[in-house]
């Protein structure tokens, strides 16, 4: 498809990054399901491997499938560009790699998928780095929680699994002021419902495993960069400002301005983190990605008549989901999302950890299982299993305490949704 800045988010979902196949005219975007491409002659090849030219090598770093992928997401965000990865996760130390060193820092949200504060408060100190955690409501504790050393605030659009809505504008006033990106995980909210870099937002990840996807078939991620963060106005990110010895002192902002991020996760971070997507998942999250719009209406509608339906529910204490106005987050989320809140929640159970066990065994179209963003719908006791390895502490915080479950409503009909819960919460009641 041409440049077309004027077409609708609809529109853009099915077309973005891709054209009928110059080969064949294949309308659908062919799985390239290849490892290697040719070079046309010796000097092509080394114009690839100087970045002089831009074009295919190795799968490890660029796939044709892959990249109709990455260009729809960047178009979806309205970012400047977008590096896919193997997962979430992934993404997420895509996202970090190239700010960081040894001794750097990340200020972090509490409130956060229950693996990313694992990885934030675990893992990423083998590489020397670590993250502080705040609550993100809390703005003078952001601001003060930022030191010399921290080279980004890291937060989720709308939090998996709390009902939790992150003030994107404010924390993106705070990171301006200190020169560093903000990135936000926007896997909840997906680009349909929110777009952070219209927020201030510098930086994207998406677990496109989830709604991206929408069909629980594939992992994958996916980091978007706006394009507007200036990487060169310090000297707190010498790998995108300064001499790149591995590519004979190129300077990756200065050569490729708003795209320099995202050459970077390709020419350093794939190439050496190895973190690639590959062309199947590519494949099946690009079809994923034709009905985003239409299926996030419908987690929506359903998610809104669920949380209500179980708020007015004797068995239930209380339904944390920022659609609701009983949220103390329903008015941010009006702001952010005028298209709704999402559709995932949050619910405790009267009767606690035992009732949440047998609520879960109990229900027949809900299926236990620890993913989201599907289109059928899902539940999940985070204590026992996503938020198992937290302490209690980080449990209440991240909203996931024994006597919670977490629903993502899925897009079958809302009566059949509310059934299987009547019928399951008064086996788990009895
Ligand atoms: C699932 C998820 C992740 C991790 O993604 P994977 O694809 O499972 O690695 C990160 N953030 C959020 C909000 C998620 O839901």
Not at 54 to 75: D, H
Not at 144 to 169: H, K, L, M, Q, W
Not at 267 to 274: H, N, Q, T, V, W
Not at 300 to 320: G, I, P, S
Request: proline share 5%.
């Amino acid at each position: 498809m041409t440049d077309g800045p004027s077409y609708g988010f609809d529109t853009l979902q099915i077309h973005a990054g891709a054209r009928p196949d110059p080969a064949t005219g294949a309308r659908q975007t062919p799985i390239y399901q290849t490892t290697a491409y040719v070079f046309r002659d010796a000097d092509h090849a080394a114009a690839l491997f100087n970045l002089q030219e831009v074009g295919f090598i190795y799968s490890r770093l660029t796939n044709p499938t892959v990249a109709v992928l990455q260009e729809r997401i960047a178009t979806l965000e309205g970012g400047a560009g977008a590096v896919c990865c193997s997962s979430g996760h992934a993404a997420q130390i895509m996202a970090l790699f190239p700010l960081m060193q040894p001794g750097c820092n990340i200020v972090a949200s509490t409130r956060l998928y229950g693996g990313t504060i694992t990885q934030f408060a675990q893992t990423i100190k083998r590489f020397g780095w670590s993250a502080t955690f705040v609550d993100t409501d809390d703005l003078d504790a952001v601001a003060g929680a930022i030191d010399d050393n921290t080279r980004a605030v890291f937060c989720e659009s709308i939090c998996n699994p709390g009902g939790y809505v992150t003030d994107i504008r404010a924390l993106a006033d705070i990171t301006e002021a200190a020169q560093i990106p903000l990135i936000v995980d926007n896997t909840a909210a997906t680009p349909y419902l929110c777009r952070p870099f219209e927020h201030g937002a510098s930086l994207v990840v998406h677990s496109t495993t989830k709604y991206l996807t929408g069909n629980g078939t594939v992992t994958g991620g996916c980091v978007v960069d706006s394009g507007t963060f200036d990487w060169s106005a310090t000297d707190k990110f010498p790998s995108l400002s300064q001499p790149e010895p591995a590519y004979h002192g190129l300077k990756f902002h200065e050569t490729f301005g708003p795209l320099a991020f995202t050459f970077h996760g390709i020419a350093i971070g794939l190439r050496d983190l190895g973190m690639t997507m590959n062309p199947q998942a590519a494949h099946y999250t690009l079809m994923g990605t034709e009905t985003l719009s239409l299926r996030m209406q419908r987690h929506v509608e359903n998610a809104e008549k669920l949380a209500a339906w179980l708020e007015a529910d004797d068995r239930v204490d209380y339904v944390t989901y920022a659609g609701l106005p009983s949220s103390p987050y329903y008015e941010r989320a009006k702001a952010q999302y005028p298209k709704g809140a999402g559709g995932l929640f949050t619910f405790a159970v009267k009767g606690g950890y035992d009732a949440c066990v047998k609520l879960v065994n109990a229900l027949e179209i809900f299926s236990h299982v620890a993913n989201l963003g599907d289109a059928r719908s899902l539940i999940i006791h985070a204590a026992s299993t996503t938020h198992r390895q937290l302490t209690p502490e980080q449990q209440e915080a991240a909203g996931a305490g024994p006597n919670v479950v977490r629903l993502s409503v899925g897009i079958e009909n809302i009566e059949d949704l509310i059934g299987d819960l009547d019928q399951a919460l008064a086996q788990a009641c009895s």
